[in-house]
């Protein structure tokens, strides 16, 4: 293609020079140094030299930026003198001032992959981040720390699509069945001769061609499954995660049922100890009451995210964050669920518009979704892990030490 590009310019730039040295009427000694300047035109995008005509060049032979920076070569890149020659003589440029990734076929070359996601705004991937965690009734009660390696990473679109499928496929019952002939009852007998009776020849009634048959091909009992590997599966949670975090539908709650203190705090300690019995005061901190409650009370801690559903997230059923009261008040509910962290898939947290999870339950993702999930040396891991929790305890102590002393 090279070859046949530089040809075509060659026979443009010759037949420019026939034009340029039929109208001048110059001198054959004077030839060659036109057609060296109507090249030079033709390639470079710069004007021709005086007395020959500048001629554009086609649009599939115009240089691009990126070929010229990827070569090195400065020549083929647009100058000033260039841009103010061919504005002077009334000229366009043939070296294109537009942006080449916006013609070009191929995804931009901003060093990430066509398949992931980008936002209208920047984010430093990989850096820990905190999270406000409040209580059910909307009062905040500190920070929590979003490792950068499990909920600040790249959100791959095709990582998603796999991980989706695996767990589809999985879940998926596989009870299909249909008889084949072998299994239908009846046709153990010709049902006529082979020949002399002016019919088709037949074997048995059970054919897939006669009523009644069995069924061709026909599907059987299986599993779907198929394998992924277990670090794909990993890598698809920290992008669902990541995604909920960067759209603004991830949040972080103390507990699911009790609340914290004020105005609607006593309210509720109040119409509880009026349910008491013998209108005494009751020693029970105020809790939810019922799944109304609780859908008013996260549609005000949510507010301002997209979507009406809702994936909960606690410890597990023998929780105190939420439990088996909390399961057995969003049964049967179409827009709310719960899980514990070991139950959660990318499945779910895609499925649901916003992502409500409490402290225990992200300190127990975080773990999961951080440390190395193939361990050679159990030994020397556990030792490691022992030493990351008496460096994270002694920053601690030197933290709250410095924090008295100012």
Same mark, same amino acid.
Request: proline share 6%; aromatic share 6%; hydrophobic share 40%.
């Given at each position: 293609?090279?070859?046949?590009?530089?040809? =075509?310019? %060659? !026979?443009?730039?010759?037949?420019?020079?026939?034009?340029?040295?039929? #109208?001048? *009427? &110059?001198? /054959? @000694?004077? +030839?060659?140094?036109?057609?060296?300047?109507?090249?030079?035109?033709?390639?470079?995008?710069?004007?021709?030299?005086?007395?020959?005509?500048?001629?554009?060049?086609?649009?599939?032979?115009?240089?691009? =930026?990126? %070929? !010229?920076?990827?070569?090195?070569?400065?020549?083929?890149?647009?100058? #000033?003198? *260039? &841009?103010? /020659? @061919?504005? +002077?003589?009334?000229?366009?440029?043939?070296?294109?001032?537009?942006?080449?990734?916006?013609?070009?076929?191929?995804?931009?070359?901003?060093?990430?992959?066509?398949?992931?996601?980008?936002?209208?705004?920047?984010?430093?991937?990989?850096?820990?981040?905190?999270?406000?965690?409040?209580?059910?009734?909307?009062?905040?009660?500190?920070?929590?720390?979003?490792?950068?390696?499990?909920?600040?990473?790249?959100?791959?679109?095709?990582?998603?699509?796999?991980?989706?499928?695996?767990w589809r496929a999985k879940w998926q019952q596989g009870?299909?069945?249909?008889?084949?002939?072998?299994?239908?009852?009846?046709?153990?007998?010709?049902?006529?001769?082979?020949?002399?009776?002016?019919?088709?020849?037949?074997?048995?009634?059970?054919?897939?061609?006669?009523?009644?048959?069995?069924?061709?091909?026909?599907?059987?009992?299986?599993?779907?499954?198929?394998?992924?590997?277990?670090?794909?599966?990993?890598?698809?949670?920290?992008?669902?995660?990541?995604?909920?975090?960067?759209?603004?539908?991830?949040?972080?709650?103390?507990?699911f049922l009790r609340l914290r203190g004020g105005a609607?705090?006593?309210?509720?300690?109040?119409?509880?100890?009026?349910?008491?019995?013998?209108?005494?005061?009751?020693?029970?901190?105020?809790?939810?009451?019922?799944?109304?409650?609780?859908?008013?009370?996260?549609?005000?801690?949510?507010?301002?995210?997209?979507?009406?559903?809702?994936?909960?997230?606690?410890?597990?059923?023998?929780?105190?964050?939420?439990?088996?009261?909390?399961?057995?008040?969003?049964?049967?509910?179409?827009?709310?669920?719960?899980?514990?962290?070991?139950?959660?898939?990318?499945?779910?947290?895609?499925?649901?518009?916003?992502?409500?999870?409490?402290?225990?339950?992200?300190?127990?993702?975080?773990?999961?979704?951080?440390?190395?999930?193939?361990?050679?040396?159990?030994?020397?891991?556990?030792?490691?892990?022992?030493?990351?929790?008496?460096?994270?305890?002694?920053?601690?102590?030197?933290?709250?030490?410095?924090?008295?002393?100012?």
């Amino acid at each position: 293609m090279q070859l046949a590009g530089a040809l =075509r310019a %060659l !026979a443009g730039a010759s037949a420019a020079w026939r034009q340029a040295t039929v #109208a001048a *009427a &110059a001198a /054959s @000694s004077n +030839s060659s140094s036109l057609l060296g300047s109507a090249v030079s035109h033709l390639i470079h995008g710069g004007a021709a030299a005086t007395g020959s005509p500048a001629l554009p060049l086609p649009f599939g032979l115009q240089p691009s =930026r990126r %070929l !010229a920076a990827s070569r090195g070569d400065a020549s083929l890149l647009p100058t #000033a003198s *260039a &841009a103010d /020659s @061919s504005s +002077s003589s009334g000229l366009v440029s043939v070296v294109r001032d537009a942006d080449d990734e916006a013609m070009s076929p191929h995804p931009p070359t901003t060093g990430s992959g066509p398949l992931t996601v980008r936002y209208p705004f920047p984010i430093e991937y990989y850096k820990d981040a905190e999270a406000v965690v409040h209580s059910i009734d909307e009062q905040p009660l500190g920070l929590v720390r979003l490792p950068g390696a499990a909920f600040n990473v790249p959100v791959r679109l095709d990582i998603l699509h796999r991980v989706v499928r695996y767990w589809r496929a999985k879940w998926q019952q596989g009870t299909h069945k249909a008889k084949r002939r072998g299994e239908v009852r009846g046709g153990g007998r010709k049902p006529w001769p082979q020949k002399k009776t002016g019919r088709a020849r037949q074997g048995s009634i059970r054919s897939p061609l006669w009523k009644g048959g069995g069924v061709s091909h026909a599907p059987l009992p299986r599993s779907h499954a198929h394998g992924l590997p277990r670090a794909v599966r990993l890598l698809g949670m920290r992008c669902a995660l990541s995604a909920k975090i960067n759209e603004g539908r991830f949040f972080v709650v103390e507990d699911f049922l009790r609340l914290r203190g004020g105005a609607e705090g006593a309210a509720a300690a109040a119409a509880a100890a009026a349910a008491s019995p013998g209108g005494g005061v009751t020693s029970a901190e105020p809790r939810v009451r019922d799944y109304n409650e609780l859908k008013q009370r996260l549609n005000k801690l949510t507010a301002g995210s997209f979507g009406s559903t809702w994936l909960l997230v606690d410890s597990g059923d023998g929780g105190r964050d939420g439990g088996a009261r909390l399961r057995k008040m969003v049964k049967g509910r179409v827009v709310m669920e719960v899980l514990a962290p070991e139950q959660l898939t990318v499945y779910h947290v895609l499925r649901y518009h916003r992502l409500v999870v409490t402290r225990s339950a992200l300190g127990a993702l975080a773990e999961a979704l951080t440390r190395p999930h193939r361990v050679n040396k159990p030994v020397r891991y556990a030792w490691w892990l022992r030493r990351k929790a008496a460096l994270e305890e002694a920053v601690r102590e030197l933290n709250e030490a410095a924090a008295c002393t100012q």
